[in-house]
């Protein structure tokens, strides 16, 4: 008897959890359909579109599917309201609070380049709920790109590369206001491309020509724009940095991008990148023909000015470097303010360089070192995390790599407030003679002639205070 009433209790539970189910998918289907046929109302869901040539003539491939790049505001503000959309977002949405993910949700991205790096972007900005995504490349999948591409698979292999994101979007947020566009990005479709007036632009081209057109008209607009630098031919993931491009190294890519901006456009930095510190592991493949002979890859140029030879890529670090982009952008949409990891090319022997030459300097001014509140680990990071590696007096990031490791010849630890100890938030990083004045100063003379510089001085210490709970 009591088996028997188990039973019935266990057919009733599942039962009851099945009608539960039942009237949970009915409820999916029929608000579904109801957006499908508001969609063909109002051209907020589209069918497919066709491609068609640029002018007619058929030289520049573009697709746009469902959104014509004009934003229907009131859908998009009322999307947290629906109850499957903040369902799927309830993980944002906890994180963030629902004012910031509003933020993020009434967002309007551009992402242009759509290979290993700018689907990855352009997946995990839709996953995390920006409702208008443009998406630009003139690409196709091939099979080579099945190692580091977001989403293609092989039934996607020779079709354009944003239609192909398009079609898979659709299924995992098919809310979101998706413009895909099979179009090369150059100075003619720069107004189009970059009309509407994003929030943020992507720039995930390999090709350093329409990179550096691309970031220098992101530059002239006022547009946020987060630049990828190379992620072929590297294999450690943990190097993998955010920084203004005059910090990044050992990338050849942004090398020429730097220098590029610079001679044609007069624009020094002020541009955050994502890049790898890890020197490249292989170089480009030889280009070989049809005759298995090698050959001169230019000759073989469909678009001209971009690669032909192949870079060998490892699918992760691609794919990473995507997450990379789409984390930052989303958390700056949020407002959330996320303090990057300086890049400071130093060693211990350098902290440790710094800690001595400390301690000497305490010993030769004050006749003792025991107001020296820091060690190695500590000057470690009041060198990397407050300074930079850098004088507190040097605003630009032009010392990396060799030049940074030079630059420690002339740099010393000093007191900001000769009165309170040499702990983590009284010490500044500056150079010999720098040195030598502040010390000759008062911190109120600092104020009134360099108001500005005390006031920046004063907030990094703050943020030491912080961080050691002080």
Request: with cysteine; hydrophobic share 40%; net charge neutral.
């Amino acid at each position: 008897m009591v088996e028997k009433t188990k039973s019935l209790v266990l057919i009733g539970t599942g039962a009851l959890l099945g009608s539960f189910a039942t009237i949970s998918i009915l409820k999916l289907l029929s608000r579904r359909l109801g957006n499908q046929q508001a969609g063909k109302r109002s051209g907020f869901l589209a069918s497919d579109s066709g491609i068609t040539g640029e002018n007619g003539e058929g030289s520049i491939l573009r697709a746009r599917m469902g959104y014509d790049g004009v934003a229907n505001g009131s859908i998009i503000r009322d999307l947290l309201k629906d109850e499957i959309v903040s369902e799927q977002l309830t993980r944002n949405i906890q994180f963030f609070g629902m004012e910031c993910q509003q933020k993020v949700t009434e967002s309007f991205v551009v992402v242009i380049g759509l290979g290993g790096v700018g689907s990855h972007a352009a997946s995990m900005l839709l996953r995390s709920g920006i409702a208008r995504l443009r998406m630009v490349d003139f690409d196709q999948v091939s099979l080579s790109s099945l190692n580091r591409h977001a989403v293609a698979t092989r039934d996607d292999v020779g079709t354009p590369k944003a239609l192909c994101l398009k079609k898979h979007f659709t299924s995992i947020f098919p809310e979101c206001q998706i413009d895909a566009r099979v179009q090369l990005y150059d100075a003619s479709s720069e107004e189009e491309i970059l009309s509407g007036q994003p929030d943020f632009v992507l720039d995930c081209i390999d090709n350093i020509d329409t990179k550096v057109a691309l970031l220098a008209a992101c530059v002239r607009r006022g547009l946020r724009v987060l630049c990828a630098t190379g992620a072929g031919a590297r294999a450690d993931p943990t190097r993998i940095r955010v920084a203004d491009l005059r910090e990044s190294t050992n990338d050849p890519l942004s090398r020429a991008v730097r220098y590029r901006l610079r001679k044609d456009y007069s624009i020094e930095g002020g541009l955050p990148v994502v890049f790898s510190l890890e020197k490249p592991k292989v170089k480009l493949l030889p280009f070989k023909g049809t005759t298995g002979e090698e050959e001169n890859p230019s000759d073989y140029q469909i678009v001209p000015g971009f690669r032909v030879r192949i870079i060998p890529v490892l699918g992760t670090i691609p794919a990473i470097f995507g997450q990379v982009m789409a984390s930052y952008v989303v958390t700056q949409l949020a407002g959330l303010h996320i303090h990057t990891e300086p890049v400071v090319n130093l060693d211990l022997d350098h902290y440790r360089i710094l800690h001595q030459r400390l301690l000497e300097h305490e010993e030769l001014l004050y006749g003792t070192a025991m107001q020296v509140q820091v060690d190695n680990e500590e000057v470690m990071y009041v060198v990397k995390e407050l300074w930079h590696g850098r004088s507190a007096r040097d605003l630009s990031a032009k010392d990396v790599g060799r030049a940074m490791w030079r630059s420690v010849n002339e740099l010393i630890l000093v007191r900001w407030d000769q009165a309170k100890p040499a702990s983590v938030s009284n010490l500044i990083l500056l150079k010999f003679k720098e040195a030598e004045e502040h010390e000759s100063m008062m911190l109120d003379d600092i104020k009134e002639k360099e108001p500005e510089f005390f006031a920046r001085v004063t907030s990094v210490l703050k943020k030491a205070e912080f961080d050691f709970s002080l």
